[in-house]
Nanobody, 125 residues
């Protein structure tokens, strides 16, 4: 079992920045790919970003490329999502996720094994 706890959500104006954090605990952290998904009201949950344990294999969803950066601190069992140049359409609940695979590309195409509880991000104009 893996427990994921997100933090860092809030309200920010268009063009602003936020950084989300996700602390993982429980099963062997090193065997999992970590990532972020988001879900806006009325929409399906969508892939945002994924990263491997070493932080060298990274994927982004098309909607966030060039604006969001995912990173990982293996020693702290923590994955981050730095969100810059935020747009109103980035408003959503953001979920941390993990999957029992060493290849982050798998998380772009398949549902995670574990989810966090979610943190709200609201971008106001």
């Amino acid at each position: 079992q893996v427990q994921l706890v997100e933090s860092g959500g809030g309200t920010v104006q268009v063009g602003g920045s936020l950084r989300l954090s996700c602390v993982a605990s429980g099963d062997t952290f090193s065997t999992y790919t970590m990532g972020w998904f988001r879900q806006a009201p009325g929409n399906e949950r969508e892939f945002v970003a994924a990263i491997d344990r070493r932080g060298t294999d990274i994927f982004y969803g098309d909607n966030v490329k060039g604006r969001f950066t995912i990173s990982i601190d293996d020693a702290k069992n923590t994955v981050y999502l730095q969100m810059n140049t935020l747009k109103s359409e980035d408003t959503a609940v953001y979920y941390c996720a993990s999957k029992r695979t060493i290849s982050p590309v798998v998380l772009t195409r398949n549902p995670p094994d574990y989810w966090g509880q979610g943190t709200q991000v609201t971008v106001s104009s």
